[in-house]
């Protein structure tokens, strides 16, 4: 193929030659042409054959892709096809991997011009039911990929003042998402500064009318308060955030449907989707899809009570659990809506000319049996005009009329969700359906049942372990009567022994979990069953180079089962397993005798992917790509340290250490880090001293992190001998670098000092200008400390210049945390927020929660001396939230100084006066003492309450404050005080 020929995929596919386009027929040869092309690499005929032939045996599949590949070869277009007798590549010009190349060389000016529609159209290959969920996951990524690169570009314009080019990048965005009311601000703001008020009221009025449409939804009050002052003219800043989220219906009906013994919960929404669904003309057939024991059928009957009076002739349900042959299908459907089949004549001539004029809801149930019989659908619906038909099924009909309605488990509270005693309500929890449901079913036993915060936390336990599916609820909940609600939580983590039905007037396919998934089980190909047992290794998901990689599959299989409810779909290209599925998984991948093995592709997989994040973050690459990163798979992570703790060392401990930086600063448990390397460092007759050394190191800094200074002095000191003695002199820089940090937290700040100073000769001496510039800004701090105010300033400001010239983001991060406050002490408040709000800005994008949250205490005390309370308020909350959940006790202690001052600042005497009491409990029992800035506004605090409080009560208060144990217990107290 000439270089001057393109395939474009962008819109419906197009061939453009010399500046020429001709359209793409879309035949399956050329299908195929387009996945390879897209793919651009070699890709096995094995692949190919799961694309286009899921359900077939591989034999017949392979000879499918054979004819395929030979039909292919006939297109004037197709000479780069190149194939062997596995695998078949071609490498082509595509405006898709033009896009992906500008993405990657971070050309955000050209992407609009390759992003012209979405990927494909709106094509969407309705027979073939695989393809179609390539090219869905395909278009979520590159639609994804496409709104980041627009996001990024307006940060790069804002940076440079050019809010004209702002607004029209923001614009694009808005196209896209025009409901995305922190893009919208972000453009009101920026079409203001560059100019033009009244583009930015215009959008703004269309974005209003849009909402208008839903009387429950209003704009939020910070965006009405953008728009008063963009229309009073005032001045504003452009701080983005990009940079950085039913009818009652009449008894009367046609055809009677089933009762129902016990209410129906939540599904609000889908319900509402659902039924705008059925008001659309072209929307004549949808399947509710979902694994069993979802719920579908209860959605269906509701919706179908719902509906009755939407149709002329009512709504007809059908249930079609009991069929056992396709050939029944026609007589039971001809029973349920009323018509006589008339003898030796065809019964689907009859059913069709009996529809022909009906306004009718056909509601079939449990269609996953007799999908050989789907076409029957097709032909009644082409028959009439108004008919329309709700199948619910586990898998899809593979029809080209079929909208398929993907049904997930009901809402329960996310692990994000606080779960601490003074949170757990009924109040806080009853918006949750998954809580509701459960409650319920439990009640229907145990009517007296009344329940205690244990109980609550009992069951949100017991909906995320379900992730919500409302039939192993109720099963669970039937229990109640015998157990209690903690016991039933724990014992769900042991068996399914309580997903056996206690009920006898379930049907039969729903009195067992196991009995289902077996069902489902049975049915799949040996390549399906293999794929979904090694699945189950995974924890908390995976990305689809994982599941290839250590799942050894591909991800035609995985679509395959995701088209059949086994597998769930994260998009843009995340796969995972609801926990009943992924115990009953583990269950037959225990039986294979293959687990060993896939225990360690998991371990090399994830160990390969902890080295290449520690080489980014260390040239300061792709920060907040890995700070995502290690959100999404912080579980895969806890699940593969232990594995290779056990049977990988030494390759387990050079894992800890790539792993540490990442797992510091995106919020992972300095604890858990302390634990695994105590574990590998058991095995130090196996490990190299250098290694040991780090170990020993990285150690002592978490014990650090958390006032642990003694232990911390002790792994430091041991970890520097070692690391001198191997000759590896970087780590002894930072070794000695982070004794001089526990010195200084100790209050020996000129130990802290000379210490600092020793490795930022070492450094010097080795020429290592990473070290050089870590150590520089941490001698920052301990001559700050020491009161040498002026050293401070010029030490932070050499800081500054350096990480800038070695674009060190992270240091630079922390670095203006620290001269900020020096700009506070000398009286220079603006330039003060300024440093402050670009280290924020640093640490988000970074990821970098520690910092983002000290950052954010510091501001709120800046705000705080201008007499702001209440915004220093909002902001030094956030920060100890973080704080807390990081488990950083020394900040966080500090944190709570500064808020007790603002609390009083509030007229808050008493919550002021509790947190006197906590941060002396805490101190003690972690052995903190406080920095200067925090014992003066503790001083402060305590003098005033003495003077302002009744003894007895500022007595009481503090023994309150005293009685918190943890940050946690702390938290829980700030949280329930409204402010």
């Not at 094995?46 to 359900?55: G, K, T, V």
């Not at 149709?311 to 009323?338: E, Q, R």
């Not at 210049?801 to 060190?808: D, P």
């Not at 220079?828 to 988000?844: N, V």
Request: glycine share 6%; hydrophobic share 40%.
């Amino acid at each position: 193929m000439k270089m001057s020929t393109q395939l474009l995929f962008f819109g419906r596919p197009r061939l453009s030659f010399e500046g020429k386009a001709r359209s793409i027929r879309l035949n399956n040869p050329n299908l195929l042409l387009i996945y390879l092309a897209v793919r651009g690499d070699w890709v096995s005929r094995s692949e190919l054959a799961f694309l286009f032939r899921p359900d077939d045996d591989e034999v017949s599949a392979l000879k499918h892709v054979r004819l395929l590949l030979h039909r292919a070869k006939k297109n004037d277009w197709a000479a780069a096809l190149e194939v062997d007798r596995y695998r078949a590549r071609f490498v082509v010009n595509t405006d898709v991997a033009s896009f992906k190349t500008a993405l990657q060389n971070q050309e955000w000016a050209s992407l609009s011009k390759h992003y012209c529609q979405p990927f494909f159209g709106d094509y969407g290959a309705a027979d073939l039911p695989t393809y179609a969920a390539w090219l869905e996951l395909e278009r979520e990524s590159l639609a994804s990929s496409y709104q980041e690169g627009l996001r990024l570009y307006a940060q790069k314009l804002a940076k440079g003042q050019n809010f004209a080019g702002v607004s029209q990048v923001l614009g694009d965005l808005l196209r896209l998402d025009p409901l995305n009311e922190e893009v919208l601000r972000d453009y009101l703001s920026a079409s203001y500064l560059a100019g033009q008020s009244d583009q930015a009221l215009s959008a703004f009025q269309a974005f209003q009318s849009q909402l208008d449409a839903d009387a429950e939804t209003k704009p939020l009050k910070e965006t009405l308060e953008l728009v008063e002052a963009i229309r009073n003219q005032e001045e504003i800043s452009y701080l983005s955030h990009s940079q950085l989220e039913s009818q009652q219906a009449s008894s009367k009906a046609s055809y009677s449907l089933p009762k129902q013994s016990t209410r129906f919960v939540g599904r609000k929404h889908e319900l509402e989707s659902l039924g705008e669904l059925l008001e659309k003309d072209d929307c004549r057939l949808i399947t509710l899809i979902g694994m069993g024991g979802m719920g579908k059928t209860r959605l269906a009957l509701e919706l179908a009570r719902q509906r009755q009076e939407a149709h002329k002739d009512g709504v007809c349900f059908v249930p079609l659990a009991a069929l056992s042959s396709t050939d029944s299908l026609p007589s039971t459907l001809a029973n349920a809506i009323g018509l006589t089949l008339l003898p030796r004549q065809d019964p689907k001539v009859q059913l069709i000319q009996f529809l022909a004029d009906k306004d009718l809801l056909l509601v079939l149930d449990n269609f996953e049996h007799l999908i050989g019989a789907a076409p029957l659908l097709g032909e009644l619906l082409e028959g009439s005009t108004f008919v329309k038909i709700l199948v619910t099924s586990r898998e899809s009909l593979q029809l080209g009329s079929e909208w398929l309605f993907d049904l997930e488990g009901l809402s329960y509270p996310p692990k994000q969700t606080t779960t601490r005693p003074g949170k757990l309500t009924h109040e806080a929890l009853e918006s949750y359906d998954a809580i509701t449901l459960f409650i319920n079913a439990a009640k229907r036993v145990a009517p007296r049942l009344e329940l205690s915060k244990e109980d609550l936390r009992a069951v949100v336990a017991i909906c995320r372990h379900v992730e919500g599916l409302p039939l192993a609820l109720e099963l669970a909940a039937s229990w109640a009567k015998t157990m209690n609600l903690e016991a039933i939580a724990e014992e769900l983590k042991k068996n399914d022994r309580l997903f056996e039905a206690r009920h006898t007037d379930l049907p039969e396919r729903h009195r067992n979990i196991a009995a289902i998934l077996e069902r489902s089980w049975q049915g799949l190909s040996q390549k399906k069953q293999e794929t979904l047992a090694n699945l189950s290794v995974f924890q908390g998901g995976c990305t689809l180079e994982a599941a290839e990689e250590v799942a050894c599959t591909h991800f035609t299989v995985l679509l395959s089962l995701v088209n059949e409810s086994l597998l769930k779909r994260v998009p843009p290209n995340r796969f995972d397993l609801h926990p009943l599925v992924k115990r009953f998984a583990r269950d037959r991948l225990a039986d294979s005798g293959t687990e060993k093995q896939l225990k360690d592709r998991h371990f090399f997989f994830y160990r390969k992917e902890a080295e290449q994040s520690d080489l980014e973050f260390q040239q300061g690459q792709r920060h907040g790509f890995w700070g995502d990163w290690f959100s999404l798979e912080q579980e895969n992570l806890r699940s593969a340290l232990p594995f290779g703790l056990e049977h990988h060392i030494p390759e387990v401990a050079d894992f800890i250490l790539s792993i540490q930086t990442i797992w510091a600063t995106s919020g992972g448990s300095y604890e858990e880090l302390i634990a695994f390397t105590d574990r590998a460092l058991e095995h130090r007759t196996s490990l190299p001293d250098g290694v040991s050394a780090r170990l020993l190191i990285l150690k002592g800094k978490c014990q650090h992190r958390i006032s642990l200074l003694d232990e911390a002095k002790a792994a430091l000191s041991e970890g520097a001998e070692l690391a001198e003695q191997s000759g590896v002199l970087k780590d002894a820089c930072q070794a000695l670098t982070m004794l001089g940090a526990v010195a200084s937290d100790q209050g020996n700040h000129k130990a802290g000092i000379s210490l600092a100073e020793e490795g930022l000769e070492l450094a010097k001496k080795i020429k290592d200008s990473r070290q050089h510039l870590l150590i520089l800004g941490i001698l920052g701090v301990f001559v700050s400390r020491d009161g040498d105010q002026a050293r401070a300033l010029t030490v932070f400001e050499e800081t500054i210049a350096l990480a800038r010239k070695q674009n060190a983001k992270k240091v630079l991060a922390g670095t203006l945390i620290n001269i900020s406050s020096l700009y506070r002490n000398n009286n220079l408040p603006a330039k003060a927020e300024a440093a402050y709000l670009e280290s924020i800005s640093l640490a988000e994008e970074l990821k970098d929660l520690d910092a983002k949250s000290v950052a954010q205490m510091n501001l709120g005390h800046l705000y705080l001396e201008q007499n702001e309370p209440r915004k220093a308020y909002d902001l030094q909350l956030q920060g100890l939230q973080t704080l807390a959940n990081l488990e950083n006790r020394f900040w966080f202690i500090h944190a709570l100084a500064l808020l007790g001052r603002t609390y009083f600042a509030l007229g808050k005497q008493t919550e002021s006066a509790i947190l006197l009491g906590a941060i002396q409990r805490l101190c003690e029992s972690f052995n903190v003492t406080l920095m200067a800035a925090s014992q003066k506004e503790h001083r402060f605090v305590l003098e005033e309450s003495k003077k302002q409080m009744d003894e007895t009560l500022l007595h009481s208060s503090m023994e309150k404050g005293k009685a918190m144990t943890s940050a946690h217990e702390v938290m829980s107290f700030i949280e329930s005080m409204s402010v």
